[in-house]
């Protein structure tokens, strides 16, 4: 039987062996309550970090304000967002500098602290990662709309 142990006796030694799994195994769909479950919780969670994008939260934060578990909360954004918290949350930030960055009145600086950033390079670090260009090039390149083109 496959994946079942099994146990003989060669020479007064016990030996033990475990028969090979099949190889081709299918994982099942998920059930539909399941899907519906993690739909509502990344629903939940994505709305907190649009609103809180600048605070320092985190994955256990927002697991406990939407009544999941760290992992559920996990696999939500995996499965139904085909992301990671924090790469989610990233990107909302950079969304959100980048259109700061678009208003000439407000330094580097203070879009990095604008956006929940403490260090105005790790920021900078971040905002190059993900949108291409260092935060004062964006803003010299005339931000989205020359990004676009």
Do not use: C, W
């Not at 985190?58 to 909360?73: G, K, N």
Request: aromatic letters at 6%.
């Amino acid at each position: 039987m496959p994946g079942r142990a099994a146990a003989t006796r060669q020479h007064g030694i016990a030996i033990i062996y475990q028969a090979p799994r099949a190889r081709n195994h299918v994982v099942p769909t998920q059930r539909p309550v399941t899907v519906e479950l993690r739909s509502s919780l990344y629903a939940d969670a994505t709305a907190i970090v649009e609103r809180e994008y600048a605070a320092d939260i985190s994955l256990d934060d927002i697991a406990r304000r939407v009544a999941s578990s760290r992992r559920q909360l996990q696999r939500a954004y995996s499965e139904i967002g085909n992301t990671t918290f924090r790469s989610h949350l990233t990107s909302v930030r950079m969304d959100r500098a980048a259109e700061l960055l678009e208003r000439r009145s407000v330094t580097v600086r203070e879009v990095a602290h604008r956006v929940g950033y403490r260090q105005p390079a790790q920021f900078a670090k971040a905002f190059r990662r993900e949108k291409g260009l260092a935060p004062s090039d964006f803003r010299a390149a005339g931000g989205m709309q020359r990004l676009a083109a």
